[in-house]
């Protein structure tokens, strides 16, 4: 029905296929991995980023870990893929939908199995629904989302929630892909969503390889493009979303949704809904804090200051829900009230 | 009184001398000339950047030019000041203390004068005039600006309003400065500063000379390090201010303002009334825009995105009126409505 111009994540003959994200825009290399550790280190060190993509690649990994064993003891698989959910559990802290995925993975694992094939059957299925899953939801959140779009929309996002962050097609950038594909005439606007440039290298990218038209800007542009009117929508992503309609996502997503606000531009979130954590007060949100050398450091390579520098690089920030104008998930949009309309959303 | 840490711009010898901040933080570099193009070069260049240092720089190029001139006439002095006027008028269209310097230099020009050494004494006097003012107001503002800081103050500052902006000393800088040097503990909060990082590569290397605690960020840190209580106050520079309070500054200050005031943070310029423009109306004021290869490299090096996408590199923004808590001048602090008070303490 669309194209599906690139596959970030893939399931290839009992193996997890990623696309290293770290290498673009200037090298399209593919990796291939049956180890879950090798897995968790392209997730933390973000080769493997976007918080479908961790979740989905996640339950793979454990799948491939899975299939590989050596051993026909079902105890001794349970016990093999409980470890490699522990260890993929401690890869990055904040985005949601790696805990849901694995939680999903884990429930499989429990149960009794007849057989290590009955075993290896279940988890690998699991791992292939949640999969497929993803790319089918954001398809509908893009159809779902696309309404929310106007003939001669610029619409500004950060970061990088398309199809580089998903199994494929995206989430914020779904939105824009099939108002994109039914013809409407759209603008991007990227911010290039320091320190890792994600807007810069990747959303570019994927929108250059549709033909979608895309303008960069660094961090700092957002209020002037909004002050001059050249911005009329605002798309992101999400990490984690809870109850509460609090939006956490990547660092900087905060200081636009301030800037929209003051500009009465609309302010959307894209996400599943395995984005939303039902649990967690924002009080227990941790917010990932990585190493200021990607703050120092651009792409590990050109030292921007002075070395021994105090620095932060906190990798999100929080969204409160006041300036969200609404959430477009694959189940429909919610505006507010969120604590009542985000429970309607996840019972429907 | 205070130390000068650093002189960014001087005159030596009938000669301009000034710091190659592009090397910052890297390379220590001096330049010297007593050729204006190659000023207006290093103007247009960002070798010498900073409202009040392009203005003292320009008001010494043309200085430096009726010096070195070989002709005894006073006619062609004349002829040669006015046309390095002229060039270095055309180096950047945003900071207005290049036009205030330029049109002082160019009063003293037009005077009718007895010989060439009454005129050549007559503008370097008006030039040393002007380099010298500068680096008093900088302490004027930095002594007047002072009591508005207290004791764990965190401030944050964008770019560089140091130092590396002014003839020594800063503007904004200069406020921290003071107060450090009175004893408060404060510590200050750099913005990076893309595309050209004047925050990461300027501000932290002047601030670490002297001792002065700063931490670096990126640019879309700066509403989680507000939302997160880290910081109490913003003090910036200005490369012009109008007379209803409108201030143009680094690309990224007008996003910053917005911040601080959803999060009740004062938001202060510091700037000498040399940058206010009296004449020009909002939609006079021209915003540079420059080469987006800024944007798409950094540093000139790293080439972060797709060579061929469309970006934007607007230099300055436009901060309104209601967002700026005060601006600390050298004849004191102007508080809303800015209008009258603006026009106030000009004629104090």
Not at 154 to 175: D, E, K, M, P
Not at 281 to 286: A, G, I, R
Request: with cysteine.
């Amino acid at each position: 029905m669309y194209p599906i111009i690139v596959k970030a994540i893939d399931w290839v003959n009992g193996r997890v296929r990623w696309l290293n994200t770290n290498l673009l825009p200037h090298q399209e290399v593919y990796e291939e991995s049956d180890n879950h550790e090798h897995v968790a280190r392209a997730i933390e060190g973000m080769e493997i980023r976007g918080a479908p993509a961790i979740g989905v690649a996640a339950a793979l990994a454990v799948a491939a870990a899975v299939v590989n064993a050596s051993t026909e003891r079902v105890d001794e698989l349970r016990s093999i893929a409980l470890k490699a959910i522990e260890r993929l559990s401690r890869t990055r802290p904040t985005a949601y939908n790696l805990f849901w995925a694995l939680e999903r993975i884990k429930s499989v694992v429990l149960i009794q199995y007849v057989d290590a094939e009955s075993f290896r059957k279940a988890v690998v299925e699991e791992a292939l629904k949640i999969y497929r899953e993803d790319i089918e939801t954001n398809i509908r959140i893009g159809e779902i989302g696309e309404k929310l779009i106007n003939d001669d929309d610029v619409i500004l996002t950060h970061c990088n929630a398309g199809a580089l962050a998903t199994s494929a097609f995206g989430t914020a950038l779904a939105v824009i892909r099939v108002a994109w594909y039914k013809g409407k005439k759209i603008r991007v606007i990227a911010t290039e969503t320091r320190p890792l440039l994600q807007g810069a290298r990747l959303t570019v990218w994927e929108l250059k390889k549709e033909g979608i038209p895309v303008t960069l800007i660094t961090d700092n542009m957002v209020g002037y493009v909004m002050y001059k009117g050249l911005v009329n929508k605002v798309i992101v992503g999400a990490d984690r979303i809870l109850l509460d309609g609090h939006v956490i996502n990547k660092i900087g997503t905060y200081t636009i949704a301030i800037a929209a606000k003051r500009h009465g531009i609309p302010f959307y979130v894209a996400a599943p809904t395995s984005t939303i954590d039902v649990k967690s007060k924002l009080s227990d949100v941790k917010i990932e804090e990585r190493s200021v050398d990607e703050v120092k450091r651009v792409l590990n390579k050109v030292l921007i200051t002075v070395e021994d520098v105090e620095a932060l690089n906190p990798a999100f920030d929080i969204t409160s829900p006041d300036l969200v104008t609404g959430i477009v998930t694959e189940k429909g949009i919610v505006t507010p009230p969120y604590l009542e309309n985000i429970r309607k959303i996840l019972i429907s």
